[in-house]
């Protein structure tokens, strides 16, 4: 009797966490289709911002920049650690890459007229690349906002090279032949196959910030730091250091001879209309 109990007990334990596990579950569900109604709306009623943040040299001048989406709701700007994951869910990302490269076109165009070959990054996330209409797509907001595509750095992330490298060869070789030059972002986060990287026509490395955050620890986060620095510079790529905080940290890296910078210490990202005025 006493195990019939026990065995009743546990049982009925079962269904209670069970229920409540549905009853998160479908609180979740709902939340998620509100939210995907939300973001397919937003992208038609142009709610899908491009903003910018300025890379500079070691002399803290303006060099480039790289386009970051933010999402306009409800008077709230949304991250795009928040919804670019939900869109790439949804096959929505095609969607914002679409908006985010006339934007961007748009920004090389205007930039340009005071500093003649200026570039701008553009983050592309490897289901994006990989989507049969990508180079399509792109170079038609190129030609329609009147742009050259050789004013445009692609970010890829190692992730991409754990596709069919010959066809993201294949594809990097058709935009390269159009100047469009390329960026491996996060470097050092990935799991990617390093000896890819010799195949593909990559131009830049940019050191994940999470290196530069312990960075200056004089321990193993330095050493991991200065590593990852050193393997970049021999391996002949421009190296960009992002995440820079503070002056310690930018002597720190100038002394390691980096030359590109991107951080809160020079610029944050700001909308794209502030940005293009602060450059007149
Ligand atoms: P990311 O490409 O690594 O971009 C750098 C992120 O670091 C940006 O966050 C930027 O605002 C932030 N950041 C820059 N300097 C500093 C600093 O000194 N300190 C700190 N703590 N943060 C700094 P953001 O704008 O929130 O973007 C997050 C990520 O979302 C991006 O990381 C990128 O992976 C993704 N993302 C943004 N825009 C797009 C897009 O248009 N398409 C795709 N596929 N992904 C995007
Ligand atoms: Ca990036
Ligand atoms: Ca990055
Ligand atoms: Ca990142």
């Known amino acids: ?16 966490q069970f229920s409540v596990y549905r009853r998160i579950m479908t609180a979740q569900v709902i939340s998620e289709f509100k939210l995907e109604q939300q973001l397919r709306r937003g992208i038609q009623s142009n709610e899908i911002e491009c903003w910018l943040q300025s890379k500079v040299d070691d002399n803290g001048n303006v ?55 200026f570039q701008i990054a553009m983050n592309v996330s490897p289901r994006q690349f990989m989507h049969e209409d990508f180079v399509t797509k792109l170079c038609l907001a190129f030609s329609q906002e009147q742009a050259p595509l050789a004013g445009l750095v692609i970010e890829i992330t190692e992730n991409l090279l754990i596709h069919d490298i010959d066809e993201v060869n294949a594809i990097m070789e058709q935009l390269a032949a159009k100047g469009v030059q390329f960026s491996v972002d996060d470097f050092g986060t990935g799991y990617s196959n390093l000896k890819r990287l010799q195949w593909i026509p990559v131009s830049e490395l940019k050191i994940d910030r999470q290196f530069v955050e312990n ?66």
């Not at 009743?8 to 079962?14: D, E, R, V």
């Open 63 to 117: 060099i480039s920049a790289e386009a970051l989406a933010r999402w306009r709701h409800r008077g709230k700007i949304i991250s795009p650690d928040s919804f670019i994951p939900l869109a790439e869910r949804l096959g929505l990302i095609n969607d914002i890459g679409e908006i985010i490269a006339g934007y961007v076109a748009c920004c090389i165009r205007e930039a340009r007229k005071r500093i003649p070959n």
């Open 215 to 280: 960075g200056m620890d004089g321990g193993r986060g330095q050493a991991l730091l200065d590593t990852i620095i050193m393997m970049s510079q021999s391996l002949g790529m421009t190296t960009v250091v992002e995440g820079v905080e503070t002056q310690d940290q930018f002597e720190h890296l100038k002394n390691k001879g980096i030359t590109q910078f991107q951080g809160y210490l020079f610029h944050r990202p700001e909308p794209m209309s502030t940005w293009l005025e602060a450059l007149h």
């Open 1 to 16: 009797a006493h195990a019939e109990t026990a065995v009743h007990q546990a049982k009925s334990k079962g269904r209670d």
